[in-house]
């Protein structure tokens, strides 16, 4: 989606940073957004910082917009988010016991895995054990939780793309949404946090089939009615 300026105002939080509190923007489709970023040229983030953010209506330092009358106009884009579902013949419950366990992710999603289902816990994916140290989601936590009906993870794209998006401070992010339907469950999957270029449009074309291979995965590890990720979860075990 491309958006295009109208109007910014921004501060001088130090002499190395331009923050723009506020910016009125439109997009292609002509609504308007607050979006909030570290000016590139000047300050430390490229455009893969922007974040999609309703405008804040101040500075984090002065407390106060000073406006301006320099208006800077560009022309820029970034990546729509992925978006996938899928139906499971399964509970709800079973679903959100199949992302949340660390022996259950590791029946569809990774090899290996560590996960902590608590705000703020680890989401670690490794996809070679043997070396944890690529190819791996190392370092990602959780960032929403809804127990049942929603978990949001921080992301890590594959060694390709790590000097892209596997920047600690600027990660991607993941969010899986459930919802009951006539008894079974319909997943919801988005992965938003892309930049613009050519780089980043090859990086989500990639993870677009990885996600459709996840979720296909995830479908047939419950519903073949083997393993532990068929059923509850023991509370002995825990």
Excluded at 205 to 223: D, N, P, Y
Aim: proline share 4%; aromatic share 10%; hydrophobic share 35%.
């Amino acid at each position: 989606m491309a958006y295009r300026y109208i109007s910014a105002v921004y501060t001088m939080n130090d002499p190395n940073q331009t923050t723009w509190d506020k910016i009125e923007a439109q997009s292609e489709g002509g609504r308007g957004a607050g979006l909030s970023r570290t000016d590139d040229r000047i300050g430390r983030e490229g455009l893969a910082g922007w974040e999609n953010r309703k405008g804040r209506g101040e500075s984090g330092t002065s407390g106060k917009i000073e406006p301006t009358s320099d208006l800077y106009t560009e022309e820029w884009s970034v990546l729509e988010p992925i978006r996938d579902q899928i139906l499971v013949a399964a509970s709800q419950e079973i679903v959100w016991w199949a992302w949340t366990y660390t022996d259950r992710v590791t029946a569809f999603f990774a090899p290996a895995a560590n996960i902590e289902a608590r705000l703020g816990g680890a989401y670690e994916l490794f996809f070679d054990p043997a070396n944890r140290e690529r190819m791996c989601t190392a370092g990602c936590t959780i960032t929403q939780l809804e127990p049942m009906s929603r978990l949001g993870f921080s992301w890590k794209g594959p060694d390709q793309f790590a000097a892209l998006m596997n920047d600690q401070a600027h990660l991607t992010t993941v969010t899986i949404t459930l919802e009951s339907v006539d008894g079974a469950t319909r997943v919801a999957m988005e992965h938003a946090g892309w930049g613009d270029g050519e780089e980043w449009a090859a990086a989500r074309t990639w993870h677009v089939k990885a996600w459709e291979m996840v979720l296909q995965s995830m479908k047939k590890a419950i519903e073949s009615g083997e393993g532990e990720i068929c059923c509850a979860p023991d509370p002995s075990a825990s």
